[in-house]
């Protein structure tokens, strides 16, 4: 895929020279390098089912629970944390959004995200999702924060999430929020 997009850059820069030249005769030598190019991003793209990115997973346990935080050997308390947010895309093997109508793909589980800052310190951890029971598990350590009045903000690439449900506004969150008792 690399070699594609690389192949790709040298045609483009080729075809922009080759036209202030007026050398009609590359020209299909440059428009073929583009077609290679585009061909290797294809095949690229096949061979890796569309992973492109390779995370690197490490042996540091996160465990959240509605009273603490525990990263490796240090333990966070909630209740001196400022700005906690949660970024949670997805558990490993989940469906994820559809790009195309015709076919949907697989979350890595790997793209979720914690950010808090305790005594003025940031905080970023990148975590994995193993599966589905692990996900419904970060639920209900949410519905117990949302329980004790705990701040916090729960959110996914498309924005604010309640419970892991999409909140398309801020009136929408308030709404999920009453619903379920937590406003």
């Not at 294809?42 to 540091?60: A, C, Q, S, Y």
């Not at 308390?77 to 093997?93: A, C």
Request: net charge positive; proline share 2%; glycine share 10%.
């Amino acid at each position: 895929m690399e070699a594609g997009g690389a192949l790709i850059f040298c045609t483009i820069i080729s075809l922009r020279m080759l036209h202030r030249l007026n050398a009609g005769v590359y020209l299909m030598f440059a428009l073929l390098g583009l077609g290679g190019g585009i061909a290797l991003l294809l095949i690229g793209r096949r061979r890796t089912n569309g992973g492109m990115l390779h995370h690197e997973v490490t042996d540091t346990d996160l465990v959240v629970s509605s009273e603490r935080i525990v990263i490796g050997d240090q333990v966070y308390p909630i209740s001196e944390m400022q700005d906690l947010d949660f970024w949670v895309e997805g558990y490993y093997g989940m469906t994820g959004p559809s790009f195309r109508p015709t076919r949907r793909h697989r979350l890595d589980g790997m793209e979720n995200k914690l950010h808090f800052k305790v005594n003025g310190e940031r905080h970023l951890y990148q975590f994995l999702l193993e599966d589905l029971l692990s996900m419904q598990q970060l639920g209900q350590v949410f519905r117990q924060m949302y329980a004790n009045r705990t701040l916090f903000a729960e959110r996914n690439r498309g924005g604010q999430t309640f419970l892991f449900q999409q909140a398309r506004s801020k009136k929408e969150l308030e709404t999920m929020k009453k619903e379920e008792g937590y406003a």
